[in-house]
């Protein structure tokens, strides 16, 4: 079992940042891979980023490539998503989530479905 709390979250205008933070709590994080995900009102949660179990590989949505970056701390039991030049259509609710899995292929590590355990959820909200 593994609990994740998101933080962070908050009000920026456009062209802002936002850094997220991901605790985890349980059992041992560093054999989990680690994605970040978020749900607009009246869309389907997509895919944000994701980091496998050591860091090794980062993958990102097309639409935040180049602006926001994923990161761990296995020590720290902690993951963070830094979010730069954000745009109003970045509006989200963003989860955390965890997957057991030491696999580090772009399918297994950017598919909801995979992921085992999930945080409550942060609002971010970007201001035009």
């Known amino acids: 079992q593994v609990q994740l709390v998101e933080s962070g979250g908050g009000l920026v205008q456009a062209g802002g940042s936002l850094r997220l933070s991901c605790a985890a709590s349980g059992r041992t994080f560093s054999s989990y891979a680690m994605g970040w995900f978020r749900q607009a009102p009246g869309k389907e949660r997509e895919f944000v980023a994701a980091?496998?179990?050591?860091?090794?590989?980062?993958y990102y949505a097309d639409s935040v490539k180049g602006r926001f970056t994923i990161s761990r701390d296995n020590i720290k039991n902690t993951g963070v998503l830094q979010m730069n030049s954000l745009k109003p259509e970045d509006t989200a609710v963003y989860y955390c989530?965890?997957?057991?899995?030491?696999?580090?292929?772009?399918?297994?590590?950017?598919?909801?479905?995979?992921?085992?355990?999930w945080g409550q959820g942060t609002q971010v909200t970007v201001s035009s």
């Open positions: 980091i496998s179990w050591n860091g090794g590989m980062t």
């Open positions: 989530a965890a997957s057991y899995t030491t696999a580090q292929g772009r399918p297994r590590m950017t598919d909801s479905n995979k992921y085992d355990y």
